[in-house]
């Protein structure tokens, strides 16, 4: 409990109306279990006291008890009688125990948990203080009553709750209720408040009375007074001697004090110089401040610009994601038909070619056929105007002199021979037409196919110089690596290296990336290379000034108009992103970032930032990669996968590789080599091929021709004839 002031006992005005409480029991052997209960320091009278009397008392679960009361006692003297085991001691020991006593002040255990009834995990004490009158403890807060809960755990640890009368919690602090016991002047731990039945044996049973003047001791507080001043008067002691120290001390300090204020007279003009500096600091501030604050104008200008094309900028974006929804939207229903009319045409493609077939003899046949009627037409409108021309001459040999007779005979003879060799000359002139015909077709088929054959060898012949341009490549990159990514990046290093000993970069540049990179599974070189495309020839620098140092270095190497690998500006770190909150995830397949070893903190950084590789899923397969990507709803976080062919798959769209092998990253180099070696020569006796198909129609374009020129010589005299 907390120490109490002297006054407390001897002042008229801290004495309560005066109350006691007395508990007695007289068991069946005739044994003293009385105890006394007293919380006044004066006598008792029947007048009834309006604070500090305890109303009533419940207990639950307390030492061998489920539940016992609640007890409610009168304003005056009570007795609380009853058989061995009914609850006596334990009501006393609860009023200790529940206005904060200790348990070793109950004579009944040495810890908490021992009141706490067996098979029970707690125990529960509920005290009711009067609260009335003048002299009420915070009456506004807690009304006429103050209700005192405190619970008992079986750990031996306990909670308080002092609640109002209308049971409001108003507290759980202990030194709220420290409060309460001062101000209504209880004490749990005093004899004389509260006897005991041990303590009362003791006192009856003692004869020396030096136990019983420090029995008086204890009960009027003078022993707890006299530690209280014992302790005050050894703070006193120290006192005088901090305060005789103090005073020497103030003795030097004078001293001190004149010697300053002396240097200070001596350099009086120092202040004016202070005052001085310190007008020009401000001064120099404020003009710091208003170059800043033109500068920040002329930034909020720009930001405010920037704002305006940034709404643009996203009004134009969301208005061209609308166009791009519809156009996925589109594309995918058009890629579904088309992989519908793609299984129709492998299935319809046996009929396809046997119609292709007929359909080329057909229309061959036609062409024989048009040719035929276009010949047979001529010959017609020519026998036509010759009849024509026949009939006129008839009637006009008709009209003249029967006399000639004869001539006329003859003429019709001459006339019938000339006709007969007219139909013959028609017939060869048809003929030769034909042939012409047939020539100048047979020429222009060879010229078509000439031409193709043409343009074929040189698509050959440009795959067959990229693939000799590639098997150099490959076969300087078994001594130096790095040639992979061009003939003059080991160079280019090299300057690199000299020119960061110089001291010319901040930081190293790095790169070029794919040298940096090494792959976990060789089969998803091509899905990598096709996700990465340039960035494997990119360098990163750690800022512009580092740039613009390597931009210098590689126009030594790389001439105008050539193409120059990529440069990434971005701030060199020792550790790699935490991108596990936004990265993709697939129990089945690695993203780019979990199928690469990087080593480099830097490059890791910087493919994360260019590319969000820790976004891209890696499929080998281009069948269960339209599976997981569109015909299901595509892993959280991920944008897009590659298949190990190197086709590019998003959730609407699908876009097939152009390349067949990669280029950077594959590690079996021999075999590659040996796979360009025999496409040169398969490319080769192509284009020889080629070549000598070419000579062939060459000639059959040049024999034609001279045919068609002999035709058409011929058919001009035949028309001579004619």
Known sequence: MAKRKEENFFSPENAKRPRQEELEDFDKDG???????SFTNGTSTLTAAEVGIIESIQLKNFMCHSMLGPFKFGSNVNFVVGNNGSGKSAVLTALIVGLGGKAIATNRGSSLKGFVKDGQSSADISITLRNRGDDAFKANVYGDSIVVQQHI??????????????GNVVSTRKEELIAILDHFNIQVDNPV???????SKQFLQ??????????????????????????????????KEQINQGEERLTELKRQCLEKEERFQSIAGLSTMKTNLEYLKHEMAWAV????EKQLNAIRDNIEIGEERAARLDRKMEEQQVRLNDAEKKYKDIQDKLEKISEETNARAPECMA?????????RAYNEAEVLYNRSLNEYKALKKDDEQLCKRIEELKSTDQSLEPERLERQKKISWLKERVKALQDQENSVNQEIEQFQQAIEKDKEEYTRIKREELDVKDALNYNQRQLKELKDSKTDRLKRFGPHVPALLEAIDDAYRRGHFTYKPVGPLGACIHLRDPELALAIESCLKGLLQAYCCHNHADERVLQALMKQFYLPGTSRPQIIVSEFRNEMYDVRHRAAYHPDFPTVLTALEIDN????????????????????????ARAVMQSQKPPKNC???????????????????????????SKDVDSEISELENEAENKKAQILNLQQHSSALEKDIKCNEELLKRCQVHYKELKVKK
């Open 193 to 199: 408040s509260v006897l005991t039945q041990e303590m």
């Open 601 to 624: 903190a830097v490059v890791a950084n910087s493919l994360i930032d260019m590319r969000s590789i820790e976004t891209v899923l890696l499929i080998k397969s281009n069948s269960v």
């Open 355 to 363: 119609l292709k077939a007929d359909v080329t003899a057909k229309k």
């Open 639 to 665: 944008r897009e996968a590659f298949t190990a062919d190197g086709d590019q798959v998003f959730a609407g769209r699908y876009y097939s590789s152009e390349n067949t092998r990669p280029k950077f990253l």
């Open 31 to 37: 044994d003293e279990d009385e105890c006394t209960v």
């Open 289 to 292: 401040v208003n170059e800043i």
């Open 206 to 239: 003692s004869k020396n009375e030096g136990d019983k003047y420090k029995f008086f001791m204890k009960a009027t507080q003078l022993e707890q007074m006299k530690e209280d001043y014992s302790y005050i008067m050894e703070t006193k002691e120290r006192t």
């Open 153 to 166: 755990s079986m750990d031996g640890s306990r909670s308080y709750k002092l609640k109002s009368e209308t």
